[in-house]
Nanobody, 124 residues
Framework: QVQLVESGGGLVQAGGSLRLSCALS????????MGWFRQAPGKEREFVAA????????YYTNSVKGRFTISRDNAENTVYLQMNTLKPEDTAIYYC?????????????????WGQGTQVTVSS
């Protein structure tokens, strides 16, 4: 059974940085493309970033390009989301997800496994 556990969220001032981690257990991380999504109160879950199983393709939503970086360490079974120059509109619960087809997708329904989420709050 695949399990995903996010960590690294917290409260930060605008302009600050956070690094989210997502640890996968139960299977080998290299079997999956991985994605990060977020959901703000009253809004739908939205795509943030994705990375292919080898890490050679990455994708970002426009609002985070140049500020966020997704990476993976298959040896450590961990995916990361480095978030710089944070803005109040980045406030949300952040979820990592695993895509068993290894391509990386912007679609929520492409992902079979989800973590429980970690709260990110950016104060102005």
């Amino acid at each position: 059974q695949v399990q995903l556990v996010e960590s690294g969220g917290g409260l930060v001032q605008a302009g600050g940085s956070l690094r989210l981690s997502c640890a996968l257990s139960g299977r080998t991380l290299s079997s999956y493309a991985m994605g990060w999504f977020r959901q703000a109160p009253g809004k739908e879950r939205e795509f943030v970033a994705a990375i292919s199983w080898r890490g050679d393709n990455v994708y970002y939503t426009n609002s985070v390009k140049g500020r966020f970086t997704i990476s993976r360490d298959n040896a450590e079974n961990t995916v990361y989301l480095q978030m710089n120059t944070l803005k109040p509109e980045d406030t949300a619960i952040y979820y990592c997800a695993a895509d068993p087809y290894g391509l990386g997708s912007r679609r929520v329904n492409a992902y079979d496994y989800w973590g429980q989420g970690t709260q990110v709050t950016v104060s102005s």
